[in-house]
């Protein structure tokens, strides 16, 4: 969906200045590109903020485990800051307020979690103008109402972040990982076993064993003890290099890509039926949250909708049976538009109203989220 106008703001004070300024304009934010084809376009479009000027590191707490970053902050840069992380399997390029206005996170949520749970601390601009803060620079912090969490994963639709404030953890001083070819139930015998691990990887493709990755990160003797067991447990191996398909998304370049989570007992049953419907299937056998990919050629076929429809309806009863559900986060043009991309949502109608609150005149993000919100 193409703008007639973008702009790429300073610092808070001149994003409130131009979202005062923009009334009457519908408007997308864009920070490091990374997810722009995640969700359905936008149905109208008059402006992109672009915040690759709201960039940079305000503080960072190294006795306090926290930092305070501007928004457009790549994530590449929180990677790097000396001694400690902020623990997000982000990519690179993709931004700080990107990642919460996503929810992203990668396989490290098994141990520490996702963006919701390591943001403590947010400033955004409301779509009147009104600039907004909520939480602190503590990680232990009860003042106020938790907007952080509205703001996480609402797609940008309830105003723009201009700044975060994230719990941060040290740099472990060694990991390994331990690679099997198991079914994914064998993810239970980890987690029952207690050995702190850091993640629980599947990798599961038509016409392929099922491979399990388990990350274990600390001291470099833990590690080793840890890592031992676990490999002696599964009957697998010991690495020091993660598996080429880790962290890295199951769908092909114009494929359909799409988010599935269930209780951790059916997971074994969901990655079977994302596998039989001919799905390639990623994510965290520990956390109950997969990713699946629908090849590209049936999904540019004559009939590829059809068939994608089908695929995704499948999927959709196997995580209602699992007690989770499915989300299409990216498709192909002609497919994207004929798929019920978010499925049912519990909670719709009082995600409306806060909308209208937030953004009576529905300008932010237009239609990119649950119900055309």
Not at 193 to 201: K, N, P, T, V, Y
């Amino acid at each position: 969906m193409p703008a007639r106008l973008v702009a790429a703001p300073r610092d808070t004070a001149e994003a409130a200045a131009l979202i005062t300024a923009a009334r009457g304009l519908s408007v997308v934010i864009r920070g490091g590109g990374t997810k722009l084809d995640w969700g359905p376009p936008p149905r109208e479009l008059d402006l992109i903020i672009d915040t690759r000027r709201l960039a940079g590191v305000v503080e960072h707490a190294a006795g306090d485990l926290i930092t305070v970053v501007r928004a457009g902050t790549p994530m590449g840069d929180l990677h790097r800051l000396p001694g400690q992380q902020l623990a997000l399997d982000a990519p690179p390029a993709a931004t700080a307020g990107g990642t919460v206005a996503a929810n992203a996170s990668g396989p490290r949520r098994l141990r520490y979690g996702t963006a919701r749970d390591l943001l403590i601390g947010i400033t955004a601009v409301r779509p009147d103008g009104t600039v907004t803060r909520a939480g602190g620079r503590v990680v232990k912090n009860v003042a106020g109402y938790d907007l952080g969490k509205l703001y996480t994963g609402a797609f940008g639709t309830l105003g723009l972040i201009t700044e975060c404030v994230f719990r941060l953890h040290p740099v472990p001083g060694s990991h390994a990982f331990v690679r099997v070819s198991a079914p994914p139930g064998h993810a239970a015998k980890v987690l029952a076993g207690q050995f702190a691990a850091s993640a629980c990887e599947v990798n599961a493709a038509p016409g392929a064993e099922p491979e399990l990755a388990v990350l274990l990160e600390g001291t470099a003797a833990g590690v080793r003890e840890r890592a031992a067991a676990v490999a002696a447990l599964l009957g697998g191996k010991v690495s020091a290099e993660a598996p080429e398909w880790w962290d890295v998304p199951p769908w092909p370049p114009g494929g359909v890509g799409l988010k599935l989570t269930g209780a951790l007992s059916q997971v074994p049953a969901l990655v079977a039926t994302a596998v039989g419907a001919g799905a390639t299937v990623r994510g965290s056998a520990g956390a109950g949250v997969l990713y699946a990919g629908l090849p590209a050629d049936p999904a540019t076929a004559p009939d590829g909708a059809v068939e994608a429809g089908r695929a995704v309806e499948l999927l959709r009863a196997a995580a209602v049976r699992a007690g989770g559900h499915t989300v299409v986060l990216t498709a192909p043009a002609g497919v994207r538009e004929t798929l019920d991309m978010w499925g049912p949502v519990p909670g719709l109608a009082l995600m409306r109203r806060v909308k209208d609150q937030f953004d009576p005149g529905h300008r932010f993000a237009p239609g990119r989220f649950v119900g055309g919100i």
